[in-house]
């Protein structure tokens, strides 16, 4: 193990998934409700008592951090019920030791009633909650198990979670539908109270031979692009269409995480999402067994680290597997990623959507640059000019008036 000493700021992420890959919805294009496969029929999807107090335990002791987060995904994380997460804060408060806890739950909101609002507010939890935009849209993919829609609840879902003044957010997964009503989604999100928005990209490659259809990048054998995954200039327009109108009337009143980790590209910060930093491997998964994972999107029996029942959670953040795999979203760029223009915004995305291959036929592409490289071309002049505002300690807001004098400027030529 090769870990840090102690006076240099130790950090980690890792996702919690207490109730495994278990969810009452079955969403046409979830890469993890086939994550059940790994663990075999009538298996008990339950993070129990002990398991949970030693993550708890051991996140909170292997970072030095005075601020600790933990975030709470599924599945379905609410099905555990109410209870279970007054029990996550009574442990947390047991092993708090002085720093401050900061708790953020993913939800589809089907479940949540005036008692979940009540217990988010008293216990400060920021809810993210999944929608994919109006009715007609949400509901192509994001239906119950028998293919019942479930806009309705999820809508319900969301009024109780203002009507208890919950912070919340939304995340909308960008798939090949709803990427053709770019505002039809953003409006629709400001109407429906969104003041911070996430548009997660669905990309997803499927081969049919396998345990798990929905494979890993580096999988060799025959496979396909899922019909729900979005295309990548079709994603790249749907960014570009978002960020004219929020570029132009929404800047300081709603936030986009993209434009938002854009804007610290060009500022020249360490990007704070992972899928566009320059290396990753700090943002871990563990599943309700204790099993730790790499990440995410590579919950692989390659890729799994460990179970925290069976060794430290620090020894797996630190371990040489780990720091290999967040080590080599850089090594493995390809030629053509490393002269492109935009490289300091996109530094080749996730790893896990880089399975195509360049113009001069070297592996490692990803299947999104299209897109990406359209929309950080596009918004470069906007991004220097708010970078430079802040820089002279003005709000970046002051791009709206910009645009307007230029407008104004060649209306009146």
Not at 177 to 194: C, D, I, M, R, T
Not at 363 to 373: D, E, F, I, P, Q
Request: charged residues 20%; hydrophobic residues 35%.
């Amino acid at each position: 193990m090769s870990r840090p000493p102690d006076n240099i700021l130790k950090y980690f992420q890792v996702m919690a998934k207490p109730a495994g890959p278990k969810c009452n919805l079955s969403c046409s294009y979830c890469f993890y409700l086939e994550k059940e496969n790994l663990y075999g029929e009538n298996h008990d999807f339950f993070m129990s008592v002990d398991t949970l107090d030693s993550f708890i335990k051991q996140k909170i002791h292997g970072q030095n951090s005075s601020i600790i987060s933990f975030a709470w995904q599924g599945g379905e994380p609410a099905l555990l019920g109410v209870d279970y997460y007054r029990k996550v804060v009574e442990l947390q408060k047991k092993y708090a030791g002085g720093k401050l806890i900061e708790n953020g739950f993913q939800t589809n909101g089907i479940l949540l009633n005036d008692e979940w609002c009540s217990f988010f507010r008293e216990n400060n939890f920021l809810v993210g909650i999944s929608i994919d935009g109006p009715e007609e849209l949400h509901n192509i993919y994001r239906v119950y198990k028998g293919g019942q829609p479930s806009f309705d609840r999820v809508m319900k879902g969301l009024r109780l979670l203002k009507k208890h003044d919950v912070e919340f957010n939304t995340l909308t997964a960008v798939n090949r539908k709803n990427s053709q009503h770019p505002l039809k989604v953003y409006n629709f999100l400001k109407e429906a109270g969104s003041g911070y928005m996430q548009f997660i990209p669905v990309v997803e490659r499927a081969a049919q031979s396998e345990k798990l259809k929905l494979i890993p990048p580096d999988y060799k054998g025959n496979s396909e692009v899922s019909e729900w995954s979005v295309e990548p200039l079709q994603y790249g327009n749907f960014l570009c269409e978002i960020f004219n109108e929020w570029v132009t009337k929404d800047v300081g009143r709603y936030f986009v995480q993209t434009f938002d980790v854009a804007l610290e590209s060009w500022l020249g910060y360490q990007q704070s999402l992972c899928v566009f930093n320059e290396t990753c491997g700090k943002a871990l998964v563990i599943e309700h067994n204790g099993d730790v994972y790499s990440c995410d999107h590579y919950v692989y029996p390659e890729n799994k680290l460990g179970n925290i029942i069976e060794q430290p959670l620090e020894s797996m953040v630190y371990s040489e597997q780990q720091l290999e795999f967040g080590s080599s979203k850089k090594h493995k760029l390809p030629a053509y990623c490393l002269n492109c223009n935009v490289r300091i915004a996109c530094n080749g995305e996730c790893p896990k959507h880089r399975f195509n291959q360049t113009p001069e036929g070297e592996s490692g592409l990803n299947y999104l640059c299209a897109g990406y490289r359209k929309f950080f071309n596009h918004i470069d002049p906007y991004m220097k000019f708010m970078a430079n505002e802040l820089i002279n300690q003005r709000p970046a807001s002051n791009v709206m008036q910009f645009i307007r004098q230029k407008h104004l400027l060649i209306h009146n030529q």
